[in-house]
């Protein structure tokens, strides 16, 4: 046990081992650390104070790099001022020189600018002139294509008016026929163009009806290239009912597939005032297949038109028609065929009827000469029982009947009695079965 005394209170305690060294580690912690601070303290002062010694030696030393180097700076800067000066002088030179080379560039730059004034201002004047005598030229063409513009319409407004007068005074027909004249000549003035065409008035009226126009081109092997139906509407500006170019459509249509043509062309002046017609090309394939309305301006491009996507499918028209061609050799050959087949089969059921006649002569002839040769069995049959009856027949059985046969038989028999004892009356019983017999037969 250790004792130990408080220092504050001056008792003394017992302690263990381990308390006591646990306390005397505290205490002696305590002193090192104080000891450290002390030390700390000390070494702080210290360094304090070798930083200030320091930075006193760095402070003079500094001041003394510093003087230096501002003395040297200033050297430097002298010296540089100089070489300034010298430049500034040189420069001032140049300058100088300078100035004096732009002056006489400038110079001659005015001259030459003046030079070029001059020349442009003979030019702009004769550009000038010249653009005043086209506007004056211009001007007197104006004028003159005005006046000759004025006469062509005048003229044109005469000639419109000499229509609307022309058209007051015609019939429906008329109006309509001079439509027709009118695409008739316009086509007849590119005819030369259509070597093979065909185009001629619908005279065919077989069926009721009829169009205007045929028109049918062809390649120079004679395969088509297209067809159109072509009528050709009109009417005069007084009528009173006014017609609808679809009022026509179907009875179009209708010619197309009669005529056997490709395409329906409504040439048509109906319905003047609408749009809709006056655009150019109207495709009406809605109402009818390959059906069109145009104005007559429009009559040749169209025919051009058709024309030019008909050619585009000629190869695959005569390779169509190539192809029809097969089938149809196809179909004559079928055809060919079910005729042989008909011919054959009619020629068949004649022979087989005549076979099942002849099958049926032979037939009753058997059923003949099978009852022919039951008639002859059965003769055979009766003769040979007539035979067998013959053979039965004996001399006793024919004088069976008669009396005095039979008594003659008797005393035949008495006789062989005497002679054969033994067997008389063994030849009787068999005599008297025999004549039984013949008695049953």
Avoid: W
Avoid at 363 to 390: C, F, P, Y
Avoid at 408 to 432: C, H, P, Q, R, Y
């Amino acid at each position: 046990m250790n004792e130990i005394k408080c220092p504050h209170c001056k008792t003394v305690f017992q302690i263990d081992e381990q308390s006591y060294n646990s306390i005397a580690k505290q205490v002696r912690d305590e002193e090192f650390r104080k000891d450290l601070q002390e030390r700390e303290k000390q070494f702080n002062s210290e360094k304090d104070t070798a930083l200030e010694i320091q930075e006193a030696n760095l402070e003079r030393k500094h001041e003394k790099e510093n003087q230096n180097l501002k003395d040297e700076y200033i050297k430097k800067l002298n010296d540089q001022q100089a070489k300034i000066n010298e430049l500034t002088s040189k420069l001032e030179n140049i300058n100088n020189d300078h100035a004096n080379a732009i002056k006489l560039q400038e110079t001659k730059y005015q001259l030459e600018l003046q030079e070029e004034k001059s020349k442009n201002i003979q030019e702009l004047e004769k550009v000038t002139t010249k653009l005043e005598t086209s506007k004056s030229e211009y001007l007197i063409k104006e004028t003159s294509l005005k006046a000759t513009y004025e006469e062509k319409l005048k003229a044109k407004d005469e000639q419109i008016a000499y229509y609307k007068d022309f058209k007051a005074r015609q019939s429906t027909k008329m109006v309509g026929e001079s439509l027709e004249v009118h695409c008739n000549t316009e086509f007849n003035k590119l005819r030369p163009l259509f070597k093979n065409a065909y185009f001629e008035k619908d005279n065919d009226a077989k069926t009721g009806s009829k169009g205007d126009f045929i028109f049918k081109d062809y390649d120079d092997e004679g395969t088509e290239i297209t067809s159109i139906m072509f009528e050709m509407k009109n009417e005069a500006d007084m009528t009173a009912s006014k017609h609808k170019n679809e009022d026509f459509f179907k009875e179009l249509d209708k010619d197309r597939h009669e005529k056997n043509c490709e395409y329906a062309v409504l040439v048509s002046l109906l319905e003047i005032d609408n749009d809709y017609y006056n655009t150019g090309i109207v495709d009406v394939s809605y109402r009818y297949p390959k059906m069109y309305v145009i104005r007559p301006q429009f009559f040749i491009p169209l025919i051009t038109l058709i024309r030019s996507m008909g050619l585009n499918t000629l190869d695959y028209k005569k390779e169509l028609e190539i192809v029809q061609n097969q089938n149809i050799d196809i179909s004559n050959f079928e055809d060919s065929l079910n005729k042989f087949k008909n011919d054959f089969g009619r020629n068949y059921a004649l022979a087989s009827k005549k076979f099942t006649t002849a099958i049926e002569e032979i037939d009753k002839t058997i059923d003949h000469l099978q009852k022919t040769k039951e008639a002859l069995l059965s003769s055979d049959k009766n003769l040979r029982i007539a035979n067998d009856k013959i053979d039965n027949i004996t001399i006793k059985k024919l004088t069976n009947n008669s009396k005095s046969i039979r008594d003659m038989f008797t005393k035949l028999k008495e006789e062989k009695v005497i002679s054969k004892k033994g067997d008389s009356a063994k030849e009787e019983t068999d005599d008297n079965k025999l004549l039984s017999e013949d008695l049953n037969d």
